[in-house]
């Protein structure tokens, strides 16, 4: 009798260290090629999300991921020896797109894409009626976001499309006037894709050189606007990866492809598809 309780209690001992070992392959495999958390530390994509929040990002290979307009998780070193930072930001051009950045929004082959709700735009307010707009901003409950004084003590702050209609709604017409947008640079860009060779030149060597660069293992030199592949000047690239183009919805402090240029698929962790906590009450448990 001894003996068999001996052994049963072996087993279960056995029993209980597979389950654990199982447990922890599992929760190692499920967060290294399926979902993992990730804490939210900027404000690029203010007011989908806040810096704070927790959130789970689908990293499945499946169609869609990363999808357009998502709001994706990616990273990139800005050197090749450095550790590399991660950023949050929206997917906006996907391989092959042919993509136009406005003033009034996005154009992805052709089609006017409006920016997102959540877009923040900059703004300047010329200094005889900022009481007036601090005094409107209180009254609509608007968000306080960043202002600066700058030029001749005109004020600066950005805003959301909505935010934007409803101060112009409280102002007169001779207000509106000294209520003005800042266009933002315009530039058009073809999102490179596998296989697709793409003709390189002056105007696209500072978007697409961190690429080439990378999949020639260094071995490009860009010179007077031009491109050579071990010293032979070549006017078009093949490129080996698909790529991205990735836009931030506060797009006036962000990091974004405007700085980072074009996104290989293999520097894009996942879609972000649900937040798991905010210190916001309201904002918790919601799918993005």
């Not at 979902?35 to 939210?40: D, K, W």
């Not at 696209?204 to 961190?210: D, N, V």
Request: glycine residues 4%; proline residues 5%.
């Amino acid at each position: 009798m001894e003996k068999k309780e001996k052994n049963k209690k072996r087993q279960s001992r056995i029993f209980s260290v597979l389950l654990g070992i199982g447990i922890v392959t599992l929760f190692f495999l499920v967060r290294c090629f399926a979902v993992q958390s990730f804490r939210v530390s900027t404000s690029f994509m203010q007011d989908e999300l806040q810096p704070g929040d927790f959130v789970l990002v689908n990293k499945l290979p499946v169609k869609d991921n990363p999808g357009r307009n998502r709001i994706i998780l990616l990273y990139r070193s800005f050197y090749y020896d450095k550790k590399p930072s991660f950023f949050v930001s929206r997917c906006m051009g996907m391989p092959g797109d042919t993509v136009e950045v406005t003033g009034k929004g996005y154009i992805i082959n052709s089609q006017l894409i409006s920016p997102s709700p959540n877009a923040l735009f900059e703004y300047r307010i010329e200094k005889t009626i900022t009481g007036k707009f601090t005094g409107i901003t209180q009254k609509l409950d608007l968000p306080y976001r960043s202002r600066e004084i700058r030029d001749n003590d005109d004020l600066y702050t950005t805003l959301t499309i909505f935010e934007e209609y409803q101060i112009r709604e409280e102002l007169t017409e001779t207000e509106n006037n000294l209520f003005t947008s800042i266009v933002p640079e315009t530039y058009k860009i073809i999102i490179p894709a596998k296989n697709m060779p793409y003709r390189v030149d002056s105007l696209t060597i500072p978007l697409i050189q961190f690429a080439i660069n990378r999949e020639s293992n260094r071995k490009a030199l860009f010179r007077d606007g031009k491109l050579f592949i071990d010293g032979k000047e070549s006017n078009f690239f093949t490129f080996k990866e698909d790529y991205y183009w990735v836009l931030s919805d506060n797009s006036i402090h962000a990091i974004d492809s405007r700085h980072l240029g074009i996104i290989p698929r293999d520097h894009i962790v996942g879609n972000i598809w649900f937040r798991w906590y905010s210190k916001n009450k309201k904002q918790r448990f919601k799918f993005i």
